[in-house]
């Protein structure tokens, strides 16, 4: 059975307890694994673009951050990037995850969307368990 990604209704943190911000993102990556089995690579892209972009939702703080015009897991995604002060590797996790699909649906890099998700939501989890 195919199931649509989570709806990306979720707005600030402060809105949604942490236990059930992780909820739907490990609910959205799991549908990013089940998108892949089934073969259907541009929506296993899109759900683990949606996970990552909403654990790095528990970690934005809108007192020490410009205002997101839109709260949505894309913007989440796209703030962090911009984000000196987190590990290169993750923000360069969060660029992949935003890049456009060329024209022939292909991407200008190597490194698996689900890997780049993951990545970002572990980190997420393990550093900011608290926070």
Sequence with gaps: MKMPCVEGRLRMASRRSREEL???VMREFEMARE???EG???????CARRAAGWALESI??????EE?????AYRFLSWFKEQGHFPG???AAADRLTARVAEDFTLPFEQDPLDDA???INWVL???RDG
Excluded: F, K, S, T
């Design 40 to 46: 259907n690579e541009g929506r296993a892209r899109v």
């Design 118 to 120: 993951e990545m970002i």
């Design 60 to 65: 934005y703080d809108p007192a020490q951050a």
């Design 126 to 128: 393990e550093e900011h």
């Design 35 to 37: 998108a892949r089995l």
């Design 89 to 91: 590797r993750l923000r």
């Design 68 to 72: 997101l015009p839109e709260a949505n």
């Design 22 to 24: 992780e909820e739907v």
